[in-house]
């Protein structure tokens, strides 16, 4: 079973919706979070932080490290590591991700209940052009897909 949770910004504007693999490292890793807005009253620490998409994620090193050698026998890992290897990071492939899908389901209805092959078509085309534009913007996530 894996973990997820919605958890709001250091400045409280904003929230995302975190992913935890396997629910190895619990909630209290992440430490700070900060959106594109409040990220500049982070002190970058590269041990510690990793950036996507102008958010910055920081975690508790030492509390993710011991986790992480408990059930994995490994123990050096990076933020970038942490992040990229989904133990805790976004749930989909931006903060708001599970968001803007349910928007686009939400959209798309009254033709899923019409059409249900143009409804996949159609989810399946909006969604690959949404991971393009992500790719372009530079989202990490998006660019190992």
């Known amino acids: 079973m894996c973990l997820h949770q919605k958890r709001a910004c250091e400045c409280g504007r904003e929230e995302a919706y ?3 693999r396997d629910s190895i490292l619990p909630e209290e890793v992440l430490v ?3 959106c594109p ?3 500049a009253l982070a002190r970058w620490d590269i041990r510690t932080m990793v950036q996507d998409g102008g958010w910055i994620l920081e975690y508790d090193m030492e509390a ?6 408990k059930r ?3 123990s050096q890992y990076s933020p970038e590591e ?3 290897e989904d133990y805790c990071s976004w749930y989909g492939l931006t903060p708001k991700d599970l968001e803007a899908s349910a928007r686009l389901h939400e959209e798309l209805e009254p033709l899923k209940r019409t ?3 143009e409804y996949i078509r159609q989810v399946t085309r909006r969604r690959q052009e949404e991971v393009l534009s992500l790719k372009r913007q530079g989202w990490r996530k998006a660019a190992r897909t």
């Open 18 to 20: 975190i992913f935890h």
């Open 115 to 117: 059409d249900l092959k």
């Open 32 to 34: 700070h979070l900060y």
């Open 37 to 39: 807005q409040c990220a």
């Open 82 to 84: 942490i992040f990229d």
């Open 72 to 74: 994995l026998g490994r």
């Open 64 to 69: 993710a490290r011991f986790y992480l050698a």
